[in-house]
């Protein structure tokens, strides 16, 4: 399993740092996705195709969101919009495998 992802881990600082301009924001480190490389390789496995990259010119990649969630490839990304509203569409929609989970249980 994955950890939780917090608003920090993408740039090293949150929201409220870019706010008040802190110290945080201006010596943020990069993420290092290595720690999560088995799970991701893991996932590769079950899904049968390659991860994109985690970040596409300093942002996060959707089409990685989209392979996290383990929805067919193009399911978010094919869609004409923004940028930010695929990677808002990804963050709120549902994990299929999840999903059926949840389903399983209550019925």
Known sequence: ??????TTDGKGYSAADLRRNSPAMRAA???????????IEKW???????????????????????FMMGVPEGWITDIDLPYTQKVKACGNGVVPQQAALALSILL
């Open 29 to 39: 480190p990069s993420f290092d996705f290595d720690k999560f490389q088995p799970a």
């Open 1 to 6: 399993m994955l950890p939780t992802p917090l």
């Open 44 to 66: 590769e496995k079950v899904l049968g195709r390659k991860a994109p990259a985690p970040v596409k010119d300093g942002k996060l990649n959707a089409l990685f969101s989209e």
